[in-house]
Structures are given as C-alpha cells and as structure tokens.
C-alpha cells in the first residue's frame, strides 16, 4: 500500500497552502518507508487555473497511490482530489504515527465491502420464496482468500429466509457454535460423491 504525505520541514503534516513538500510512503514487511519525494507548493495568490494544473499533475504524478495525507485541504482542492480517485486524510503529526492507522481502516474496510457483496454473488434463490441455495465449494474456489464465514454468515445473520441448501465438502466448525446462536436448525444429509448437503432452517 502507498499513502503520500504533504509534510513541512519539521516532518509533520502540513497545510497544502504552506511550504512543504510529498513523501510517498509505500508498506512493507519491515514497517513504513520512503520511496519517492515529490516537489510541490501552492499559496493564496495562485489562480484557480494554476492551482488546478499543478494539482493534477502531482496527482497524477503519485504512481498509483490513492490516498494523500495533509493537515487542511479545502475548496477546489478537494473536488481535484476526488476527480483523480484519490481519498484525502486530514491529520495532524508525523507519518509514521498514523500510516498503521490508516491502512488498518482501508484494509478493514474492503473486507467489509468484499463480505457484503459475497452472498449476492454466490446464493440464489431457490423454487419457493424464502428458499435459497448456495455452492460453497464453488464459491470458495473462486477466491482463495475467501472464507465460509464470509461467504455465509452476513446472510444468515440477516434472517431473511426460511432456509437455505449448503452444498460443502466438509461442514463448517463454525455451524456448531453460531447457529444454535442465531435460532438456526442444522440437517446433514451426505452424498455418495463425498460432498454434503447441509440445510438450514429457522427454528
């Protein structure tokens, strides 16, 4: 992940209406580290115009970074930002105290939006309304990095539906210990190909 940070002489956050200049950040296994300093100044006097055109050529000029860190940012300024997909932080200190900090919500947040979007992806409706079906195996072969959990549990916790088929090849640990929790009825009933066909219902 890159973050680039518009930081004064001192090494802390600045306004970009100040003299200062961008380090791009960029993580890595080791911690935080600068990869590239980058010039760039603004001040009242400019022109909206100018201010525009030296904008989005730092912008575009960030290497694929999307977010940019600054203790103000306000007016034109923030419409540029946003016409380039890049997220704007206003913070106060040094990089290295809030970079964690940052990446944490970023990353949280995508798994949020990952795990909300899943169940849309892999369980359909079944013949009767409130009926649905679900490939887990399917759905777990199609990313790696996905999880029963994921797929299934936002789903479930929502309570709409009666019940839903689980294609698996092995039941998942969690069934036992949440569906009980969640007033959900588990049924097994084993294929001859190995796979199981797990269906749960609301009490």
Not at 57 to 79: E, K, P, Q, T, Y
Request: proline share 5%; hydrophobic share 40%; charged share 25%.
């Amino acid at each position: 992940m890159k973050i680039a940070v518009f930081i004064d002489d001192q090494g802390n956050t600045t306004s970009l209406y100040q003299p200062g200049r961008i380090w791009l950040y960029e993580s890595s296994p080791s911690g935080w580290r600068v990869v590239r300093e980058i010039t760039f100044g603004l001040n009242v006097q400019m022109g909206l115009t100018e201010i525009r055109t030296l904008t989005l050529a730092m912008l575009a000029d960030l290497d694929g970074c999307r977010h940019f860190v600054a203790r103000s940012i306000n007016g034109a300024l923030l419409s540029y930002f946003d016409g380039m997909g890049v997220v704007m932080w206003k913070l106060e200190g040094e990089p290295l105290g809030f970079l964690p900090q940052i990446q944490h919500i970023v990353e949280e947040k995508a798994q949020q939006e990952q795990t909300q979007s899943t169940p849309a992806l892999f369980i359909k409706p079944g013949k009767t309304a409130g009926d649905y079906q679900l490939d887990l195996i399917d759905a777990l072969r199609s990313d790696k990095a996905l999880t029963s959990k994921q797929v299934l549990q936002p789903f479930l916790r929502q309570g709409e539906f009666k019940r839903i088929e689980v294609i698996c090849d092995h039941l998942p640990k969690w069934f036992s210990r949440e569906l009980p929790a969640l007033s959900l009825t588990l049924a097994v009933e084993n294929k001859p190909d190995g796979r199981c066909l797990a269906v749960i219902k609301h009490d």
